[in-house]
């Protein structure tokens, strides 16, 4: 395999319950397939435009090819795709792309949670797990993400584990068919003090558990 994968990370103590982050699976097609078409309106707005309608590309069955690539590129190390369990169950994804090794050692990483559980801490949590993950095992220096802004639910996220606002990518990615502006967020190793777990325990947004 390569660095850091493939891992389960956590659990971590939100309000919600236990977070933890596993490997995606072939098995989680018709999970997968419930969330995406059920979460539509709350994703839509925030992700890459697709090909055909939203109900079309998350039928069961795209699964399998989705999962196939995900499964060689993170064999490649290039991606970690990681499902978000609350207790167990599948709430959300967790992924890291585009992992460039050589003297960059970075990648970008992108989420989302189910919004029946918004708002109690869960994507906090997931990308501080992450973090840890990315900046021990996997070797990385440097996290970016980016993020619509209008998107604040996600930029709090960032802002919790300690993300910088770096600056502004102009009509950077193809997003519900326009061109959108991203705000560009970013992470260093050196910035972690600890472990971004331990600083989330100590401000009291996350427990041991
Ligand atoms: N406006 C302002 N703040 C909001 C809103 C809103 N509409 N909705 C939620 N929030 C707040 C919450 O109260 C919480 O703040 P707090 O921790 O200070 O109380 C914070 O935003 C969210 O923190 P969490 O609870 O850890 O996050 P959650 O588990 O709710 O997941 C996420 C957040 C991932 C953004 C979720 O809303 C989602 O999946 N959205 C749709 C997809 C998406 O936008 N993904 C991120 C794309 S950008 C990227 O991946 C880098």
Redesign the pocket.
């Known amino acids: 395999g390569s660095p850091g994968w493939p891992a389960t990370l956590g659990p971590l103590g ?1 309000s919600a319950g236990a977070v933890t982050l596993r490997p995606v699976k072939i098995r989680d097609a018709r999970t997968w397939s419930e969330l995406r078409i059920r ?1 539509q309106n ?2 839509l ?3 890459p435009t697709g090909v055909g309608s939203w109900a079309e590309r998350h039928q069961p069955s795209s699964w399998p090819p989705l999962f196939a690539v995900l499964k060689s590129e993170a064999k490649r190390g290039t991606i970690l795709p990681f499902v978000i369990e609350l207790d167990g169950r599948y709430v ?1 994804q967790l992924t890291v792309g585009n992992v460039q090794r050589g003297a960059v050692r970075t990648a ?8 029946v ?11 501080a797990l992450g973090v840890d993950h990315c900046f021990g095992p996997v070797g990385l220096h440097r996290l970016d ?4 802004p209008a ?4 930029q ?3 802002k ?1 584990i300690g993300f910088r606002q770096e600056g502004l990518l102009v009509r950077y990615m193809d997003v519900n068919k326009r061109w959108r502006d991203h705000l560009l ?1 970013a992470l260093t190793a050196e910035e972690v003090v600890g472990s971004a777990v331990e600083a989330l325990v100590r401000s009291g ?1 996350a427990t041991f558990v």
Do not use: C, M
């Open positions: 939100t979460n709350s994703l707005p925030w992700e959300g970008w990483i992108g989420y989302w949670v189910d919004e559980h918004s708002g109690k801490g869960i994507a906090t949590a997931a990308v993400a980016t993020v619509q998107n604040e639910a996600s709090k996220v960032l919790h967020f947004r």
